[in-house]
């Protein structure tokens, strides 16, 4: 029966309308990147590093997956702390290029709780809410914005007459076909997640959300100093590594302005 009902969901996966766009959220400059490693790998390093959102579509039902950086940044840039961040156009601007509005979008997904990835939810306060349980957890009870979580973006969401949420215990499949999956690879938050998308043409492809902030955090094991857990991001990324070999899949890490050719340009998509 496990086998059978395998064999449905691809069937399902292959006969899937599917498209995915990669929308440019932002921009960070910063100039030392040693947080990124607890072990000092990345010390006195400056790195520009992208903001990547994406937009699915399956049949009639849209999926918007991270939110960006704060639109107000749009046309502009600010320095802090020793990083700049910036941005070109907002998502719904950009979302208005290929004519989807954002109460077209069914669905809204986060990797994860951190700044860059949720500040432009509430353009899409009329879509379900995915998010990992634990992290929707910290969600709720956050208070003051903080520089890692500012729970206002969620505001749609909280409280009795909020929105509708699904909080993500372990992997969840959001069409209810297969064909796009959250994996739990938590450490870099209590409940981050990746997403498997799988591309009727290009085949299977993995979106990093803040598991890999670049490549080299790939191959030297790179732990951030701000992740939750250090145990959990060594699963984590093994537990990634191993689904990418056995899917054989495309591995896109937002973050990584080397990875933005491993899907078509926007408004051009990937099938």
């Known amino acids: 029966m496990a086998l059978s009902a395998s064999a449905t969901a691809q069937d399902k996966k292959s006969d899937a309308d599917l498209e995915m766009w990669r929308l440019d959220c932002g921009t960070l400059e910063i100039s030392d990147m040693a947080a990124f490693s607890d072990a000092h790998l990345y010390d006195g390093q400056p790195r520009t590093l992208t903001v990547s959102c994406y937009l699915i579509r399956n049949g009639d039902q849209y999926l918007l997956w991270d939110a960006g950086l704060d639109k107000a940044l749009a046309g502009t840039s600010f320095t802090q702390s020793g990083a700049t961040l910036s941005m070109g156009k907002s998502i719904e601007t950009q979302l208005e290029t290929i ?15 951190h700044f860059d990835h949720v500040m432009q939810l509430p353009d899409f306060a009329e879509s379900t809410l995915l998010i990992g349980a634990e992290d929707w957890e ?134």
């Open 138 to 271: 910290v969600v709720k009870a956050a208070t003051d914005p903080n520089p890692l979580l500012d729970p206002r973006p969620f505001a749609a969401w909280l409280g009795e007459d909020g929105g509708q949420v699904t909080a993500i215990a372990k992997d969840h499949d959001v069409f209810g076909d297969g064909s796009v999956v959250m994996k739990a690879t938590p450490g870099h938050t209590p409940g981050h997640t990746v997403l498997l998308v799988r591309m009727p043409q290009m085949g299977n492809v993995l979106l990093t959300g803040d598991l890999y902030h670049f490549e080299e955090q790939a191959t030297n094991r790179g732990v951030p100093e701000f992740n939750t857990d250090r145990a959990d991001t060594l699963a984590s990324f093994e537990r990634f590594d191993a689904m990418a070999k056995a899917l054989d899949a495309t591995v896109v890490i937002g973050h990584d302005p080397r990875h933005l050719d491993r899907l078509p340009q926007f408004p051009e998509s990937a099938r």
């Open 99 to 113: 004519g989807v509005s954002p109460s077209e979008v069914t669905f809204t997904g986060v990797s994860h709780f």
